[in-house]
């Protein structure tokens, strides 16, 4: 019976998630009301506010009490959300991270040197100084790191790019963190930014794609080196990370 119930809240979840990206309930209007739905719907309560559920978790809605169910969204972000979701829940690897990561920071780094700004070039050059005068404070280091590489998406200009990357964002973070701290090199003695930097600031489109290139494959040796008892990176999940913390 249970069994049941969960299909048709699914059915139900699938019905209104199409309302919402088709702009049949709008974006900042409150759902019709719990009683409407079921009637509509011809299900109980609990199955309603299960489909209710699903549609929190992917971000479309929030429940307000008293009020009633808001929807929220019905933008990229919902995207960048449920990809967020299927890459820490899946029993991905994280040489298939470090591949994923490799082929879309390529490809932003590539648009970028066409469509940055000069704003955005010097940004850039900020982040490595920062980097390179940081010594003994690693989560300092690794948000500047981060905000290097967030720079080259929005400079490539690619909206859709940008949601992958985005999405990718929190395990992008823990990777880098993890190489920075097991690994041991930072920006003053590889200079792998500062060769980005350069290629994207000259337009050298094809430049900033190798030296990108470089630099992940550099990240992901220094990951594969920090593992232990022979462990490789076809083995190792990349929830792992959060097990290790």
Same mark, same amino acid.
């Given at each position: $019976?249970?069994?049941?119930?969960?299909?048709?809240?699914?059915?139900?979840?699938?019905? $209104?998630?199409?309302?919402? /990206?088709?702009?049949?309930?709008?974006?900042?209007?409150?759902?019709?009301?719990? !009683?409407? /739905?079921?009637?509509?719907?011809?299900?109980?309560?609990?199955?309603?506010?299960?489909?209710?559920?699903?549609?929190?978790?992917?971000? /479309?809605?929030?429940?307000?009490?008293?009020?009633?169910?808001?929807?929220?969204?019905? #933008?990229?972000?919902?995207?960048? =959300?449920?990809?967020?979701?299927?890459?820490?829940?899946?029993?991905?690897?994280?040489?298939?991270?470090?591949?994923?990561?490799?082929?879309?920071?390529?490809?932003?780094?590539?648009?970028?040197?066409?469509?940055? #700004?000069?704003?955005?070039?010097?940004?850039?050059?900020?982040?490595?100084?920062?980097?390179?005068?940081?010594?003994?404070?690693?989560?300092?280091?690794?948000?500047?790191?981060?905000?290097? =590489?967030?720079?080259?998406?929005? !400079?490539?200009?690619?909206?859709?790019?940008?949601?992958?990357?985005?999405?990718?964002?929190?395990?992008?973070?823990?990777?880098?963190?993890?190489?920075?701290?097991?690994?041991?090199?930072?920006?003053?003695?590889?200079?792998? =930014?500062?060769?980005?930097?350069?290629?994207?600031?000259? =337009?050298?489109?094809?430049?900033?794609?190798?030296?990108?290139?470089?630099?992940?494959?550099?990240? !992901?040796?220094?990951?594969?080196?920090?593992?232990?008892?022979?462990?490789?990176?076809?083995?190792?999940?990349?929830?792992?990370?959060?097990?290790?913390?």
């Amino acid at each position: $019976m249970a069994s049941r119930r969960i299909n048709i809240s699914m059915q139900i979840q699938q019905t $209104m998630q199409k309302r919402i /990206l088709n702009n049949e309930y709008k974006i900042n209007e409150y759902l019709p009301s719990e !009683a409407a /739905l079921c009637e509509e719907f011809g299900v109980s309560r609990t199955t309603l506010r299960d489909a209710v559920s699903g549609l929190v978790e992917k971000g /479309l809605v929030k429940r307000q009490q008293g009020k009633g169910v808001l929807v929220i969204d019905n #933008t990229d972000s919902v995207f960048t =959300h449920s990809l967020r979701n299927m890459m820490l829940l899946g029993n991905y690897n994280v040489r298939e991270f470090f591949e994923t990561r490799e082929m879309i920071e390529c490809q932003m780094a590539y648009f970028a040197s066409k469509r940055a #700004t000069q704003q955005q070039v010097d940004e850039l050059l900020t982040c490595i100084r920062k980097m390179e005068s940081i010594t003994d404070n690693t989560n300092e280091y690794v948000a500047n790191d981060m905000k290097f =590489h967030q720079i080259i998406a929005r !400079a490539s200009a690619n909206r859709l790019l940008i949601a992958v990357y985005d999405a990718m964002g929190p395990m992008l973070e823990e990777v880098v963190n993890w190489v920075v701290v097991n690994g041991g090199k930072v920006e003053s003695t590889m200079r792998c =930014h500062m060769k980005i930097y350069e290629c994207i600031k000259d =337009h050298d489109s094809d430049g900033a794609k190798q030296a990108t290139k470089e630099h992940d494959q550099i990240s !992901a040796q220094m990951f594969q080196d920090g593992l232990i008892n022979g462990v490789n990176m076809d083995e190792f999940q990349f929830r792992q990370i959060w097990d290790k913390k």
